[in-house]
């Protein structure tokens, strides 16, 4: 099961995806900065032109919302023994992961934490911004 310090840059996150009116889509989240995004794939036609929030349930149960979404220009369709793929991949501006959705009009988030692996080496001294308790 993923933990929080699991969500790290250049992996894959696999999941469920509502495109509204119940229907489910499998997507994978690939969380990388500015290149972050969702693919989406389904056997049936689906569209994401129109939706500027996508929530989704990853495969550890946590929550996942992509706030103000941009679809790729082009999607991609193909058959294989007689089966149909589509596929879209969409650009949210922002990603959230925790125990519930949230959505672009909700005033839901109070706070924001930035977590960095390498702390001590970018801030060498311990004292610059304040102290532990």
């Given amino acids: 099961m993923e933990t929080r310090e699991d969500l790290v840059e250049g992996r894959p996150h696999f999941g469920s995806f509502d495109l509204g009116e119940g229907r489910q889509i499998a997507g994978e989240l690939s969380l990388d900065g500015e290149d972050t995004s969702l693919l989406l794939q389904d056997s049936s036609f689906f569209s994401t032109r129109d939706l500027d929030v996508i929530s989704g349930v990853l495969g550890d149960r946590r929550r996942v919302s992509l706030l103000h979404c941009v679809p790729r220009v082009s999607s991609g369709h193909s058959t294989r023994n007689g089966e149909a793929l589509n596929l879209e ?40 911004f304040g102290a532990l308790v």
Avoid: E, M, Q, Y
């Fill in 89 to 128: 991949r969409v650009f949210p501006h922002f990603v959230t992961i925790g125990d519930c959705h949230i959505n672009a009009v909700d005033r839901a988030i109070v706070g924001v934490a930035v977590v960095l692996k390498d702390s001590t080496r970018i801030f060498n001294d311990s004292d610059a």
